[in-house]
């Protein structure tokens, strides 16, 4: 049950990565098109997965990246 919780967090995440919100002010000025915004925000979401399945200490780091 853990895995499903976090693995239906993984979007929220990555629209709150200092990554995605640059990418995000990106596109909001119109220097990158929406199919460029939508797919470096896929390739954040996957890079939260793998993180995630990859490092056990992962989410206490994103916990202290989440209060920044």
Do not use: C
């Not at 979401?45 to 994103?62: A, C, D, G, H, Q």
Request: glycine share 2%; no cysteine; charged share 30%.
């Amino acid at each position: 049950a853990t895995l499903v919780f976090y693995a239906a967090a993984f979007p929220r995440l990555a629209r709150h990565t200092a990554h995605a919100r640059a990418l995000k002010e990106k596109y909001e000025n119109g220097d990158i098109s929406r199919d460029e915004y939508e797919l470096e925000e896929s390739l954040e979401k996957n890079r939260i997965s793998n993180i995630s399945t990859v490092r056990p200490s992962f989410w206490s780091r994103l916990a202290s990246m989440q209060r920044t």
